[in-house]
């Protein structure tokens, strides 16, 4: 099927231009404008370019000067009753050539259009083809004013270098987030699985458990885990770690830490121990300073108050992470910071020395609210930052993808904003936020921002290295249940009736 034809390229004062044309719509009547901005076009004149439209106009010369308006609309009768103003109007777009079609790819335009070029919707196949996109990949939603497109991206190019999911609050980045999850949920094993671990801060996610008669149910597919019942396998941490976790730790209490702990697993190696256990063999020490014992039994009582270290492990992490299935750690019941990120660290830094010993499958690590637990700030404590740099930095080496989640871009660690290979953006307002985004992805023009910052829920522009070029999805629905949120009122109403 021919692509069907909306417009004529036109001549203005600055163009045809090689960056830049205008075209005139075939069409005027605003119910039937075949083009939105933001939707991609294509000229056949110079082989096949393809552009983008980046804005429209209407015009109409009777309403050119405003006092002749004024004068007429004076003498009581509308401008439209004296001239056959409907008949002058038409509408003008701006577009940016992207790109000449060739086997698959685009090479740099190096020529302008003429202007009475024709101006055609683009054809789909080609459309497809040029943005990379894979049949058999993760399926977002669709093409923005190119519906009936998927917006299915492949799951290397995506997941491979990491994500960065990025928008104000509520504008559906924990929705978005749900969807690549159903995605990975759902995949077939002939296409290759990954686990996925999602550190839900939440609670967001924890409906993926729960049975769902009227729609997709993943319920087998997922263990939830609650932070309350989070367990840290004290046999696994070294003195550095330790002091990873307690930064005031001096060098002498390490060593002396270290030596306790050398001391604990030469005696008996296949012997777990509880952080309970560790502390008793401190206070029984002898050959140890007095001021010295004092000062590290004063932080190791202080991370037993966490009640975190035990001589086991939950979830057993080297068998809980399995292809096409979900391991979720809902920390929505824990207010206490330095615990988040003492369960992030535990948890990411595990995974990744399991996976880096092949002892647990690829998976996909999730991380709601990363400005929080990888902070760009030096002064905010963040224990956590250090791994999950190590993920942006090494996890594509050894199959540990990061997928972040942000609203505030700008505090969050440059080092893994950087290293995200894949940014999917919602709509920011911010103008601090918007510029460090522009700053992170050299794809993202300005006029691509004007559009970030007036996009609708549901909407997301996603740029980097899972499509070719920069591409607007209407994300899909979800196909699980949806977690319960009461807006503000009916929360309102609830609470009253209740007491």
């Not at 990949?137 to 990025?166: D, R, V």
């Not at 990954?194 to 149910?217: P, Q, R, W």
């Not at 256990?277 to 029984?284: P, R, V």
């Not at 080496?397 to 950087?418: I, N």
Request: glycine fraction near 6%; charged fraction near 20%; aromatic fraction near 8%.
């Amino acid at each position: 099927m021919a692509p069907r034809e909306i417009g004529t390229v036109i001549a203005t004062s600055n163009g045809p231009a090689v960056n830049h044309f205008s075209f005139v719509l075939k069409e005027t009547n605003q119910k039937a404008i075949p083009i939105q901005k933001g939707q991609f076009i294509q000229l056949n004149s110079m082989g096949i370019v393809i552009a983008m439209v980046e804005n429209i106009i209407k015009t109409n010369r009777y309403f050119d000067h405003a006092e002749a308006v004024s004068e007429y609309e004076r003498g009581g009768l509308p401008l439209s009753a004296i001239f056959p103003a409907d008949r002058w109007e038409y509408i003008i777009a701006f577009a940016k050539p992207l790109g000449i079609y060739h086997q698959n790819n685009l090479t740099r335009v190096s020529f302008p259009p003429s202007p009475g070029d024709k101006v055609y919707l683009v054809d789909d196949s080609i459309l497809s083809k040029m943005l990379g996109l894979d049949s058999n990949g993760i399926n977002l939603g669709n093409i923005c004013y190119h519906e009936h497109i998927p917006g299915s991206f492949n799951l290397t190019k995506l997941f491979q270098k990491h994500i960065a999911i990025l928008a104000m609050s509520g504008a559906g980045k924990s929705y978005t987030a749900s969807v690549l999850i159903e995605e990975l949920l759902n995949r077939k094993k002939e296409l290759g699985r990954l686990g996925t671990v999602i550190v839900d801060v939440h609670g967001e996610y924890t409906s993926f458990s729960s049975k769902n008669d009227g729609g997709a149910d993943f319920s087998n597919l997922v263990t939830v885990v609650r932070s309350t019942h989070f367990s840290i396998n004290t046999t696994f941490l070294t003195a550095n770690q330790f002091a990873e976790i307690l930064p005031q730790m001096s060098p002498i209490q390490v060593r002396e830490l270290t030596q306790i702990l050398n001391e604990i697993r030469s005696k008996n190696s296949n012997v777990a121990y509880s952080l309970r256990d560790l502390m008793s063999q401190i206070e029984i020490k002898e050959n140890i300073n007095t001021k010295t014992k004092e000062v590290l039994l004063s932080w190791l009582y202080e991370l037993e108050a966490l009640h975190l270290f035990e001589d086991y492990e939950n979830p057993k992490l080297n068998e809980a992470i399995i292809p096409g299935q979900a391991l979720i750690v809902d920390l929505s019941g824990t207010t206490h910071l330095r615990k988040k990120q003492i369960i992030i660290t535990y948890l990411a830094r595990r995974l990744f020395n399991l996976r880096k010993r092949n002892l647990i499958p690829p998976y996909v690590f999730v991380l709601e609210e990363a400005h929080q637990f990888c902070p760009e700030s030096a002064k905010r404590f963040a224990l956590s930052r250090t791994i999950i740099e190590t993920y942006a930095r090494e996890g594509r080496k050894f199959g540990a993808s990061l997928l972040v989640l942000s609203q505030r871009p700008v505090h969050l660690s440059t080092t893994v904003l950087s290293q995200c290979g894949t940014h999917i953006i919602g709509k920011v307002t911010n103008p601090y936020d918007l510029d460090h985004i522009k700053k992170s992805s050299e794809q993202i023009t300005k006029e691509t921002l004007n559009l970030i910052s007036s996009l609708p829920t549901g909407e997301v522009l996603v740029v980097g290295a899972a499509t070719k070029f920069p591409v607007f999805i209407k994300v899909r629905e979800r196909r699980s249940k949806s977690p319960d949120f009461l807006d503000l009122e009916e929360s309102a109403k609830k609470f009253e009736k209740s007491t």
